[in-house]
């Protein structure tokens, strides 16, 4: 796609012969566009003078001039931000030479002037003549994308039919002549190879022609939308180069496909790996190196393309592949590698995708419109939310652009389009937030512009695996080096319309949902029973029993205590439970199990005086129950340890159930073999709702119900003088509660207002009643200023019930 | 009473009538032939049998050097008096034995138990031990240590007004230590009657006995806590005898990891070496698996899991003891014709008095009926059919495990002197790794095997006499019958070595005559002939002859009685072998589990609708797996609303789905989002973040 670009050779810029630099140069001076001497380029002395061609030629340069690099902006590209587009392209170029020095003080420049002499001195990678190119070009669309000067000047350039001429002393980039000897030579003779220039001419084409042809087929379109119309065209051609490079370095489509829809244009999110992706293979040698660390992410990829109908070819050889890597999950177990893995790179639309996927194999039609429908519904909301690091408020409207879909014109084939359509769609669910690239393609494959996707030359596929491994380690340092933040979309869940529920309602909502797959439950929870005779002779032997497996193993440790336990002593604990401390569960075997009084230095004491009770006296057994023994309060070492040391005790018995992945983590050695644990792996699918029901989960508001409902039966028993104080500190909140600054009540103030109503007649009895409050945790007072938080969400109301 | 939601308590307390549960009525569950009694009586007889030897091999193994920490402790206080701290005014440093004990910490308990009670026997019984987990302060340190001497019940048994008081209302320092230890060995000395009363069976203690103080896991205590200790102690040498030992469990630079120079060169440490566990490991395998004796053993794959467990995690053998627990009880659990596994004697017995359901039991045990196929017809129908010919077939096949065994081990000890020295190991260097490839295959036809008497036909006179004498010592113990003549067999092999010397000098001029006879031929024949010579000349010495014949002797004797123990009918109720059971409830993988039930729940529900291959998503799966699926699309940071959309998406079935519905799902499909990020949180792959609004962050990379 781009054009064939020469090597600059050493050439001396003086006297235009080869062999010598410009430095070095004895010679006298020649004109740089005809070569002859006498003359400097630009005079009229020169036969390729030509009269002020401004008209035709729109030369630019300097940091006035918009269209130039040296342009003052802030520029989101590469996942940076940069000041110009000259520090862009001039950091890409020293990191690509491995420069790394240079690199940081391009970062640190102040003008676009200093990146370019820093950047000069780099000596650049054997590639980056052919990079540039193309380094300069995404640089520049993005620049389009966000400056808004920089398109207006563009569009305007463009309709004026006038040649963009960089007009610098750059043999490659430039002209090589400045503005004035630019206008008034023969653009044929310009020494520089004009490449920006070109590059500017290119995107300013295939933006007008798109744009051109939105606006004659959405007739509709007013002129207020023309600009935003635009700006999607323009994502449009955006998409389209990348897609077409791509495939012409691929051989075949991006993999990060969409949503079939009906409409022609949508946008699709690409995200910054892809794009550095994209800049990094440009050359063949390259080429083959991501080919083989697309198969180190065949696994995850797998996925992502299955349901892209146009590439199932590639799918299937995939698979074939895949079929001969020996499976390693003897026994039902996952091999480690596949549990065990490094972060990879994810597009941040597949989650949406792989929702869509769940359904396409099933009813595409229907798919093709709901997911439309979607997407359209999305688009609306987007237009709320402004989006993050936009440089032009217009884009935040983008959304309303309406398009009608237009029948296919003849020569390619229905399907075909259908799937360019699968590819160029994916969109908006995917979230637009890092604006490296989101854009808008048009995907009637009809256009010169794109040709019909390529079939994929198998050839390709056969890499060799040998040099897998240091590209997993490249990858890995690809992902982290980039914020995790950048690919997330930045809506949120205030748009559900719906508050958030509360604990209760949540739960009155799940008991109407009917369980999936209660049968199969059932039965593997009936043979799980069947378990427990088991369970109770290993006990018997000196073995603990703990339970592992997805879902909540508290309704068959519960069924096992009640059916097996129900004549022995046992203590039941959550370990779940989050004021649960060992504390508790110590002081519950001595008091009431072992009906023994007395006072304790330490936990370790007390597990003492436990193990000397349970094996100075005759042989008793004791079973201890621990739901979640891996629950947050258990999780400290030492309580681990004291459990561990419990369990050691001549006829104590342990079951317990563990949920997180990490909890084996929280023994050691030594701990483990205390225990002597068997493991027994209970996998239930039951829903984990009274471990859950403590968490604070992030969707559910937290009522405070308890607190309010303790506070009432704290109300009922106060006096009404204590009341009064109460209600005075409350109505006192309720007054500042919108004023951020508000601390508290002080207590110098408050027994003012106290003694004011005549509910208290000194200091003293006021604190007496304070250290009751704060006794049942209805106030918190700090330091000299008393600060009470009301803990209950209503106050209102709790107070107008109290009258 | 519920315990599920109480919202006050964490803890429930349920008295119960019975004071403690038999182990009978649960073996009892489970049992379909009425065998269980019996069973678990030959299970419990021989798990005491087992349990019993082990701890012989425990204190076995450790004796020796036991006998040198206590020599050591001894002597180190040889020549102290009380009140020699005034005269000697040059601090001296406390004694300290630095005992390296190795990596497997769950082992040191028991070993420094013994340890405690062995000096409390033989040296003093002034000792305390001190563990890290009770020492988080000085103070605590010197009252466990003071507590632990004063409250000794080895000192108090007669002297009741010798008892300094509680001892909690006793300052707790070294001042008091001493004026207490002055107190008794000075009165103890003015009458020397009541200090032999008061050193019980230990009269040779010496008057004034050391203190003995361990520190059972040095590398754990704090630093500061350690060093201002022992500046405590080294303060007191001169008053009381003092003697530290260092449990360590890596190596000795720990000590001056922990110490600065200052501290360490208080102490004069002596270094002793505990012996590797895998030598205790190797007594329990030699002692316990490896004998006729016990007739439970473990099949080759279970036995190569529990080694690979002990030598890949944690060196600890009793764990492998654990294993080795677990693996008898549950073969006795699960198979119903356990009970023939026992001893010869009772072998009869227990056969004839077999019901009927147990012969068919054991008829169906796969390896008799590959034996009754080999059978000639007429004795088929007798013994599928006839429970009197089966029983005496039974006897007559369990007897041959049993002679099978006592004849393997000696045998296999020779067949492992023979090959452990050989270049690079082909069968193992250790005895259990040649025993694990006999349990797996039948270790004759192996082609290490093979390399291995290929390169025992090569060896010198005197290795191989060296190898044969090895031999010829191990088989010591009384042997069975059939190998009874092996000894003398073995000496006269080397007695025909030691003459060979003798018989090479008559056998050499032969040669040299024949050589001599050269006949006049043209050059072929000569060439033809001088060939041959050559050959001839190979011909093997007498040496040669006799190293081959003694290598095909044991080659036979290999042969004969290395069979694979699955090869035998019947093996199955010796031989433990369900390697899965181990695998899954000694060393299972929590983690793996969880994950295989969420991307796979087929693999668990059996049911068709979630059949699918691994990776895609289907409605029908429970509502986690859906989240789960959807979340390893993500990266670091997860939208909560893209992720209830997509969940929505997955959800909803073709004919509600409206765009309305999904930009705004109704409170039931909600619901459901949130418990699964709950459970999802709880099971800890998404944690919340503050980093953006409305998000949670990724902990797991793995998917699968």
């Known amino acids: 796609m781009f054009i064939n670009i020469e090597k600059p050779t050493s050439t001396c810029t003086n006297c235009w012969e080869t062999g010598h630099s410009f430095r070095l140069c004895q010679n006298i001076p020649r004109c740089s566009a005809c070569k002859e001497t006498g003359h400097k380029p630009g005079s009229n002395l020169c036969p390729q003078y030509i009269e002020d061609n401004s008209n035709e030629v729109e030369a630019f340069d300097g940091k006035e001039n918009v269209l130039s690099n040296f342009f003052p902006c802030e520029l989101m590209v590469f ?12 950091l890409t170029k020293a990191v690509r030479a491995g420069d790394l020095l240079a690199a940081e003080r391009i970062r640190a420049a102040k003008s676009a002037l200093e990146c370019k002499q820093i950047g000069n001195s780099v000596l650049p990678s054997t590639s980056w003549h052919q990079d540039a190119p193309m380094v300069m070009e995404e640089i520049v669309i993005e620049k389009v994308k966000q400056i808004s000067e920089m398109k207006k000047k563009i569009t305007q350039v463009f309709t004026d039919e006038k040649v963009f001429a960089h007009s610098v002393y750059d043999q490659f980039l430039g002209t090589g002549l400045n503005s004035t000897q630019t206008v008034h030579t023969n653009p044929k003779a310009w020494p520089g190879q004009n490449v920006m220039g070109k590059l500017l001419q290119r995107v300013a084409e295939s933006f007008h022609a798109s744009s051109q042809r939105t606006s004659s087929r959405n007739r509709k379109t007013t002129v207020n939308n023309a600009s935003k119309a635009n700006q999607k065209d323009l994502d449009g051609y955006v998409k389209k180069s990348k897609l077409f490079s791509r495939e012409m370095k691929h051989g075949k489509m991006t993999t990060n496909s969409g949503r079939p829809r009906r409409k022609c244009v949508s946008v699709s999110f690409v995200g910054d790996d892809d794009v550095i992706g994209h800049i990094v293979d440009v050359n063949k040698k390259y080429e083959s190196r991501k080919q083989k660390k697309r198969l180190s992410l065949q696994h995850t990829r797998k996925n992502q393309l299955k349901y892209t109908e146009d590439i199932e070819i590639i799918e299937q050889s995939d698979s074939d592949e895949e079929n001969f890597q020996p499976s390693e999950q003897g026994d039902g177990q996952v091999a480690g590698s596949d549990v065990f893995q490094f972060k990879t790179a994810k597009k941040s639309g597949s989650m949406a995708l792989k929702a869509s996927e769940a359904r396409t194999p099933k009813t595409p039609k229907s798919i093709l419109k709901n997911s439309n429908s979607v997407s359209s519904g999305k688009r609306k909301t987007e237009n709320v939310t402004p989006r993050k690091g936009e440089g032009t408020p217009k884009k935040g409207t983008q959304g309303k652009l309406t398009r009608k879909g237009r029948k296919p014109e003849a020569t390619t084939p229905f399907k075909l389009r259908k799937r360019a359509e699968y590819i160029c769609d994916d969109v908006d669910v995917d979230s637009d937030s890092s604006d490296t690239d989101s854009e808008d393609g048009e995907s009637d494959t009809e256009t010169s512009a794109t040709p019909v996707p390529p079939t994929t030359p ?67 929870y009936e043979e799980h029973r069947e378990l427990f005779h088991k369970w109770m002779f290993y006990m018997c032997n000196g073995y603990n029993i703990l339970l592992h497996g997805l879902g909540s193993k508290r309704t068959l440790l519960e069924d096992f205590r009640r059916s097996e336990l129900k004549d022995l002593d046992h203590v039941v604990v959550n370990g779940y439970f989050p004021s649960l401390t060992i504390k508790h569960i110590l002081n519950t075997i001595t008091d009431e199990i072992l009906e023994a009084e007395g006072t304790y230095k330490s936990p370790l004491d007390q597990v003492e005086f436990i193990k000397s009770q349970f094996e100075t006296k005759d042989y008793r057994d004791f079973f201890l129950v621990v739901h979640n023994i891996d629950g947050v309060m258990l999780r400290p070492e030492k309580i681990q340890n004291i459990l561990s040391l419990l369990s050691q005790i001549r006829g104590f018995h342990i079951v317990a159930s563990i949920d997180h992945i990490n909890a084996p983590l929280i023994w050691d050695q030594t701990k483990c073999s205390r225990y002597r644990w068997l493991w027994y792996d209970v996998t239930t699918y039951l829903p984990y709702t009274d471990e859950t029901s403590y968490e604070n989960s992030l969707l559910v508001q937290q009522t405070g119900s308890l607190a309010l409902s303790s506070m009432s039966h704290v109300m009922k028993s106060l006096t009404t003088n204590a009341k009064q104080i109460f209600l005075l500190l409350a109505k006192h909140q309720l007054e500042n509660k919108d004023s951020s600054t508000y601390l508290g009540m002080s207590l110098q103030d408050l027994y003012q207002r106290c003694r004011e109503a005549f509910l208290v007649n000194s200091d003293l009895t006021l604190r007496a009643q304070l250290t009751e409050f704060r006794d049942h945790k209805l106030i918190k007072s700090k330091k000299f200023v008393l600060i009470k938080h009301l803990s209950f969400p209503f106050p209102e109301m709790m107070i107008l019930k109290k009258r | 009473m519920e315990t599920g939601s109480s919202v006050s308590k964490g803890t429930f307390a349920y008295k119960g009538k019975k004071r403690s549960i038999d182990a009978d009525q649960y073996f009892k569950r489970s049992d379909t032939l009425g065998t269980y009694r019996q069973r678990l009586d030959v299970l419990q007889e021989a798990w005491e049998n087992i349990d019993t030897q082990i701890q012989i091999l425990r204190s076995d193994l450790n004796s020796k050097i036991f006998d040198d920490l206590v020599k050591f402790a001894k002597s180190s206080h040889e020549s102290f008096t009380l009140g020699g701290g005034q005269i000697d005014s040059t601090p001296k440093e406390i004694p300290t034995a630095a005992f390296v004990t190795g990596v497997n910490t769950p082992d040191h308990g028991v070993m420094f138990s013994t340890l405690v009670t062995t000096l409390q026997d033989k040296v003093s019984p002034l000792v305390a031990i001190l563990k890290s987990k009770d020492c988080n302060s000085v103070k605590n340190t010197l009252s466990k240590t003071l507590t632990q001497l004063f409250q000794n019940p080895l000192l108090f048994s007669e002297d009741d007004e010798a008892i300094p008081g509680n001892t909690k209302n006793m300052t707790c320092s070294m001042s008091t230590l001493v004026s207490w230890y002055q107190d008794k060995y000075n009165t103890n000395n003015s ?36 060093q201002d200790y022992i500046s405590i102690c080294r303060n007191y040498i001169g008053e009381i005898p003092l003697v530290f030992v260092f449990g360590i469990a890596t190596s000795v630079s720990a000590v001056h990891r922990l110490l600065p120079n ?29 004998t006729s004796r016990y007739p439970f053993k473990l099949g080759s794959k279970v036995f190569q899991l529990l080694l690979d467990i002990f030598l890949y995690h944690d060196f600890s053998v009793l764990n492998f003891i654990k294993g080795l627990q677990f693996a008898m009880m549950d073969h006795f659990f699960t198979n119903p014709v356990s009970h023939l596994c026992c001893s010869v004697e009772e072998l009869e017995d227990r056969v004839t008095s077999l019901k009927p359901k147990e012969v068919e039991q054991v008829r169906r045990l796969m390896s008799f009926r590959g034996f009754v196929e080999g059978c000639p017809p007429s004795k088929q129908e007798d013994m599928l059919l006839n429970d009197k010919v089966t029983k005496l077939e039974f006897v007559v096949l369990l007897r041959r495990i049993h002679t099978y065994h006592s004849h393997l081990y000696p045998v296999l000890k020779c067949l492992h002197i023979m090959v452990s020295k050989i270049p690079k190991h082909p069968l193992g260097k250790q005895l259990r790794e040649v025993y694990s490839r006999l349990l797996k295959s039948f270790i004759c036809d192996t082609e290490d095997y093979k390399e291995c008497i290929e390169l025992l036909r090569m060896t010198s006179k005197d290795e191989l006499m060296d190898l044969l004498q090895q031999c010829r010592s191990s088989l010591t113990e009384d042997l069975p019958p059939d190998l009874s003549t092996l000894p003398s067999d073995l000496d006269a092999l080397l007695d025909r070595f030691l003459k060979i010397d003798e018989v090479t000098e008559e056998e050499t001029p032969e040669n040299t005559e024949e050589s001599l006879h050269l006949e006049k031929t043209d050059l072929h024949t000569l060439r033809k002939r001088l060939q041959e010579e050559g050959k001839k000349k190979k011909k093997l010495s007498p040496y040669e002859k006799l190293r081959n014949e003694t290598i095909d002797f044991f080659d036979s004797l290999f042969r004969k009685y290395l069979v694979c123990p699955t090869s035998l009918p019947l093996y199955e109720i010796f031989y433990y072998d369900a390697w899965g059971e181990i695998k899954r409830h000694l060393n299972a993988s929590p983690r793996s589990v969880v994950q295989m039930a969420l991307s796979s729940p087929h693999h668990y529900l059996q049911c068709k609708c979630c059949e699918s291959e691994p990776g895609s998503v289907t409605p029908s799966m429970p509502d986690i797996c859906i989240a789960y699926k959807l979340h390893l699309e993500c990266t670091q940071l997860i939208n909560l609303y893209d992720w209830l959309q997509a969940f929505v998406t997955v959800v909803t079935t073709d004919e509600d789905l409206d765009e309305e519905k999904i930009k705004n799902p109704d409170k039931e499909l909600q619901a459901r989002f949130i418990r699964a990020v709950s459970e999802l949180q709880f099971l800890g792959f998404v944690k919340p973040t503050k980093r953006k609004t409305d998000h949670v962050a990724r902990l797991t990379w793995g998917g699968c």
């Open chain 1, 79 to 90: 996942g940076e931000c940069f000041e110009s587009a000259e520090q862009a392209f001039q």
């Open chain 1, 458 to 524: 198998r050839s390709r596929r056969k890499i060799q695996e040998a040099a897998d491994m240091p590209h997993m380690v490249e990858e890995y340092f690809d992902l982290h080096s980039q914020g995790g933040l950048s690919t997330t979309s930045d809506r949120t869940l205030a748009k559900l319309g719906t508050g958030k529920m509360d604990q209760e309602s949540l739960n009155e909502l799940l008991r109407r949902v009917p369980s999936k797959h209660s049968r199969e439950c059932q039965q593997m």
């Open chain 2, 191 to 226: 009458s020397p009657k009541k200090r032999k009363s008061l050193g019980g069976g230990s009269k040779d203690l010496g008057q004034y006995p050391p203190i003995v103080i361990l520190f059972e896991d040095l590398e754990s205590f704090l630093p500061h806590v350690l």
């Open chain 2, 262 to 290: 200052a501290v360490s060169s208080m102490l004069c440490m002596e270094k002793f070496q505990a012996p590797p566990s895998t030598e205790y490991l190797n007594m329990v395998i030699n002692q316990i698996l490896m």
